[in-house]
Each structure stands twice: as C-alpha cells, then as structure tokens.
C-alpha cells in the first residue's frame, strides 16, 4: 500500500510559477515509477510527466520546456516545477506511482490555477 499526498497548488498569474511535491509513504518508493497527471474541468486526466526508477524522464508536448519532474528517493518525493505557467494549465494535478508488479496509486490531487 502506497500513500501519495501532493502539495504546493494553488493560483498564479501567466507566466508564473509553481512547484508541486507528492510525498509517498508505505512502501519501496524507489521501486516505482513516478508520474504527474492533470484534468481540466470536462476533459479527460492526461498524463504530463514521468520519471522512471533510472531517473528518465518524459513529458506531454505541451509543458516541454516549461515543466521539470524530479524525485529525491531519500525523501520519497517526486516534484514537479512549473514555470511559465499558461491559462490552459489549470486543472486539478494528481501524483501517481506505477509498478508493473503491483497496483499503482492515486494522490487526492491540487488545484492549479492560473490567471490571465
């Protein structure tokens, strides 16, 4: 069993930044798969970003450059810094840890607000 509890959401103008925390707790957490998924009010959850046990990492088109994951297995945290944030980034942001050996795991996700 994994617990995942995000922090650091909140509102920020265009062109602002912000930086996301997930903190695991219950398990391995060098073991898995890390990643940062998002949903917009009437879209679908899309993925934005992973980072992979070996430190890959890979992001959705529309946040390269802008958006950076990390993870800091010491402190069983996964970050996402986001900067020159847009309108279109908000949207309610969820960790998620992936193993292909086991279930994977869902944060209570933040809200992301950005204001034009």
């Known amino acids: 069993q994994v617990q995942l509890v995000e922090s650091g959401g909140g509102l920020v103008q265009a062109g602002g930044s912000l930086r996301l925390s997930c903190a695991a707790s219950?398990?391995?957490?060098?073991?898995?798969?890390m990643g940062w998924y998002r949903q917009a009010p009437g879209k679908q959850r899309e993925l934005v970003a992973v980072?992979?046990?070996?430190?890959?990492?890979n992001y959705v088109d529309s946040v390269k450059g802008r958006f950076t994951i990390s993870r800091d297995n010491a402190k069983n945290t996964v970050y996402l810094q986001m900067t020159r944030l847009k309108p279109e980034d908000t949207a309610v942001y969820y960790c998620?840890?992936?193993?292909?050996?086991?279930?994977?795991?869902w944060g209570q996700g933040t809200q992301v607000t950005v204001s034009s």
């Open positions: 998620n840890a992936f193993w292909s050996y086991g279930p994977e795991y």
């Open positions: 219950g398990s391995i957490f060098s073991i898995y798969r």
């Open positions: 980072i992979t046990t070996a430190g890959t990492t």
